[in-house]
């Protein structure tokens, strides 16, 4: 390509002996004009190859001959000419077709102080791809991006349209089992509780549905800066393990809550988070072990505080999770062999919950042999912090 | 033999609503399912032999881009007609076209123009609501196309044609 240059620069300075720059710009692929007080154009310098090729060696009807370069020069170039500004004005690339193909070019029209206004035309050759590849890139990224918006805002409205029509019946018949559990048949009591539980459970399946897949993404940079007091979440982790022991003692399952944080240094620090949905990350894990919680056993809750934030654990002495299963588990839609498809989302809704506000959840093996869940918060650095613990 | 008359029309719209297809399906008869975006302006010739007089059509295609003034505007000096062109499965190419109706109207309100609905082979993903269309039908005669189809192609370009030219310049030119 270089070479190619210095050829062709070669030949044409050969051809030029007046005036160099005119050879170089030549050997650029601009031809340069100079309009005449006549109105005429006449040729500055060397013409390039492609010219007489495109155009024919008659710059007159070459012109006239070119719808686009007629347009320019007489709707464009010519006011501009007259009103004489400094700056040229250009006239975008156009596309010429003959038996050769495509060529695209790109005409000026310059002002110069001591010479007759010059209309310069290049030759884009093989910079015209690139250009052309740019655009197209962004044209096709656009529409892309586009489609993908389409298809957020689709999965958005149906998403919408089914927590809609699964939550409105759910309504009924929570209030109608409330009553049934307070019949005075036993049997009929204990099928009405089993009943409600489950009613509630997809409750709350259907109120994480909707906001793990809601996209408003707004909402996430927003938890990052939330902070709450370690004392809220011990206080919210002691909220869930109340609200689920009468249902684990059904199964003769106990919970246990192993508080290290209230009294101590760390109780009255702050960890990036917020009371609710960490509730909700807490409760999803509990009933999660809950379900797979062997008869006559404890699941554990335990809250600690570590050098970089605060870590959660939920223990049970379950079978613990297949181990093909272990690196999809935070996953959407993941599920056991054993479970009722309440997992398929609680899980997921965990991760993001924790990972919105710059923590870590992970998997590990208990030491029965059971699934131990565990997630962190970071603590968030205050000035009052700071000045506190120097 | 009746003598030619030179007429340049100009396409404008977005890009991607399907300008470059509908020129080389009027022109050429040709349609590819391949996007190739077109950069700055192409100039297609089409010869269309009416009753009592010859029309060449110089089909501009301008790229598409959003806005719609300075060089751009220049170039539709001398039109003698504009289609403007939007894809019926992108309702904001239709928002984007009314804007350039506007603008067309400030500066050259004479020109005759149509609006090409295109896509039209794609009509159960349109995007546009019928008090939208309405809406626009009040402003611009309307084609709905599809370069792919060919439906309302050759109509489209023989309605502004139509419209460009007067009936005494037909006479005019029969005349002569
Ligand atoms: N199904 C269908 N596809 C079409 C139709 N017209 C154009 N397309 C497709 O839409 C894409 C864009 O078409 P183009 O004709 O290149 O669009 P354009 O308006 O010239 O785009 P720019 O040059 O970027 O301004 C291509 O993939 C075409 O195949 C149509 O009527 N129906
Ligand atoms: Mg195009």
Redesign the interface.
């Not at chain 2, 950069?39 to 297609?44: C, D, T």
């Given at each position: 390509m270089a070479s190619d240059l210095a050829h062709q620069f070669s030949d044409r300075s050969l051809s030029s002996e007046a005036d160099p720059l005119a050879a170089v710009l030549a050997s650029l692929d601009y031809i340069v004009l100079e309009r005449g007080g006549d109105g005429a154009f006449h040729l500055r310098g060397t013409a390039p190859q492609w010219f007489a090729s495109v155009y024919g060696s008659d710059i007159k009807s070459a012109i006239a001959g070119s719808p686009f370069l007629s347009c320019f020069v007489n709707e464009i170039a010519l006011p501009f000419w007259q009103a004489a500004p400094a700056a040229p004005v250009r006239s975008g690339i156009w596309t010429e077709v003959d038996e050769q193909g495509e060529q695209h070019f790109e005409a000026i029209a310059m002002n110069s102080a001591n010479s007759p206004p010059l209309l310069v035309i290049q030759s884009l050759g093989l910079r015209y791809e690139e250009i052309q590849m740019l655009t197209q890139r962004a044209n096709e990224n656009a529409l892309e991006h586009r489609q993908l918006g389409r298809e957020v805002q689709k999965k958005d409205v149906l998403l919408k349209c089914i927590v809609h029509d699964l939550n409105n019946p759910l309504g009924a018949v929570l209030l109608n089992l409330e009553v049934l559990a307070m019949s005075n048949d036993e049997e009929v009591q204990g099928a009405a509780l089993l009943a409600l539980e489950a009613a509630r459970r997809q409750r709350s399946l259907i109120k994480s549905i909707s906001e793990v897949f809601s996209s408003d993404l707004s909402r996430l940079g927003r938890d990052r800066e939330c902070a709450e007091e370690v004392s809220e979440l011990v206080r919210g982790a002691a909220y869930v393990v109340n609200m689920h022991l009468n249902q684990a003692l059904r199964r003769s399952v106990s919970i246990l809550l192993e508080d290290g944080l209230t009294g101590s240094v760390s109780g009255n620090r702050k960890v990036s988070g917020e009371l609710e949905p960490f509730v909700r990350a807490v409760e999803n894990l509990v009933l999660n072990a809950l379900r797979y919680a062997p008869r006559d056993s404890t699941v554990t809750v335990r809250i600690a505080a570590q050098e970089k934030g605060i870590q959660v654990q939920v223990e049970d002495n379950g079978p613990g999770v297949e181990p093909n299963l272990i690196s999809g588990l935070f996953d959407p839609f993941i599920q056991g062999t054993t479970n009722q498809g309440a997992m398929g989302l609680g899980l997921y809704f965990c991760r993001m919950t924790v990972e919105q506000w710059g923590g870590a959840i992970r998997y590990d093996q208990a030491p029965g042999g059971g699934a131990r869940f565990v997630f962190t918060l970071p603590w968030v650095v205050t000035d009052a912090h700071n000045s506190d613990g120097s | 033999m009746s003598k030619q008359i030179k007429k340049?029309i100009c396409l404008i719209g977005s890009?991607?609503v399907g300008k470059t297809s509908l020129v080389s399906k009027y022109v050429k008869g040709i349609f590819s399912e391949k996007?190739?975006?077109t950069?700055?302006?192409?100039?297609?010739q089409k010869a269309i032999q009416l009753p009592d007089c010859e029309v060449l059509l110089?089909v501009?295609d301008l790229?598409?881009e959003d806005d719609f003034q300075g060089?751009r505007l220049?170039?539709i000096?001398?039109a003698s007609g504009v289609l403007f062109v939007a894809d019926g499965t992108?309702s904001e190419t239709l928002q984007l076209t009314q804007q350039h109706i506007d603008r067309l109207g400030e500066f050259y309100s004479d020109i005759p123009t149509l609006l090409l609905l295109n896509k039209a082979d794609l009509k159960d993903r349109w995007e546009i609501t019928d008090a939208h269309l309405n809406d626009v039908e009040s402003r611009v005669e309307v084609f709905h196309t599809s370069a792919k189809t060919g439906e309302n192609v050759e109509d489209a370009f023989s309605r502004i044609t139509e419209m460009m030219i007067s009936p005494e310049e037909r006479a005019m030119e029969a005349f002569l």
């Open positions: - | 340049k890009f991607g996007y190739l975006s950069v700055g302006v192409m100039i297609s110089m501009w790229a598409g060089l220049s170039f000096k001398g992108r």
